[in-house]
């Protein structure tokens, strides 16, 4: 088993930074994949970023202003959220995946942390 706890949300401007963290505990090893992805209130679970084997994916919508990236000793990964808007307002969840394909999809992960809730104020 695997478990996920999420931190580093809160209440941000727009325009303001944050970084969220995934501390990943039980039989993780560095070869799983490791994503984030976030809902908002009324719409379904989206997909946001990726990390596997040193290659990183992301969704249109936060390329250039988010990065993702991963410390192996620690079974942490991280986002860094940049140039923050309104619409990223959302619970930001992290999920590790045995595969390295079809990051995208929810589907593909296997085990999914509880979410830290970003909050972007105009």
């Known amino acids: 088993q695997v478990q996920l706890v999420e931190s580093g949300g809160g209440l941000v401007q727009t325009g303001g930074s944050l970084r969220l963290s995934c501390a990943a505990s039980?039989?993780?090893?560095?070869?799983?994949?490791m994503g984030w992805f976030r809902q908002a209130p009324g719409k379904e679970r989206e997909f946001v970023a990726a990390?596997?084997?040193?290659?990183?994916y992301y969704a249109d919508s936060v390329k250039g202003r988010f990065t993702i990236s991963r410390d192996n000793a620690k079974n942490t990964v991280y986002l860094q959220m940049n140039s923050l808007k309104s619409e990223d307002t959302a619970v930001y969840v992290c999920?590790?995946?045995?595969?390295?394909?079809?990051?995208?999809?929810?589907?593909?992960?296997?085990?999914w942390g509880q979410g830290t809730q970003v909050t972007v104020s105009s």
């Open positions: 039980g039989r993780v090893f560095s070869s799983y994949s």
């Open positions: 999920a590790v995946a045995r595969e390295s394909y079809g990051l995208r999809a929810r589907g593909t992960y296997d085990y």
């Open positions: 990390i596997s084997d040193g290659r990183t």
